[in-house]
């Protein structure tokens, strides 16, 4: 990780409750919305050039199988340029990936929980 991306994990690591939620606006027909924590929101805002792009991901792609997985973990990793996203069952249990060719995000592993509808920082659970 670089000084850029160790300054903003610290900056994350600040987030440990939310007193405001988000609701993301893209959602597929006749799903339920993406909601977020102040802390999701922050790194969508702060995260290289802005991460939207990665609430638009879990909102179309990973939220649909809320239906099926209770609770979800969602990891980015992050290297080069280039980001593999995953989602599990919170044992390890891989049912999703997608791999992105660019990213202007920071360098790391940054992971999300999604419970009910709502993602959050595993600070915030």
């Not at 999701?40 to 649909?64: N, R």
């Not at 989602?87 to 992105?100: E, L, S």
Request: glycine share 8%; with cysteine; aromatic share 16%.
């Amino acid at each position: 990780m670089n000084t850029e991306a160790t300054e903003f994990a610290t900056q994350l690591a600040h987030y440990y409750g939310s007193e405001k939620l988000f609701r993301h606006p893209v959602a597929l027909p006749n799903s339920p919305k993406l909601i977020y924590t102040q802390g999701v929101e922050y790194f969508l805002e702060q995260c290289g050039g802005g991460a939207y792009w990665f609430a638009d991901i879990i909102a179309t792609e990973v939220l649909p199988w809320q239906e099926k997985e209770e609770y979800i973990v969602i990891k980015m990793v992050v290297a080069d340029e280039q980001a593999t996203i995953t989602a599990d069952d919170g044992d390890g249990n891989v049912f999703w990936k997608r791999d992105i060719n660019y990213t202007d995000a920071f360098d790391g592993e940054w992971k999300f929980y999604l419970i009910d509808g709502t993602m959050l920082l595993p600070q915030e659970y």
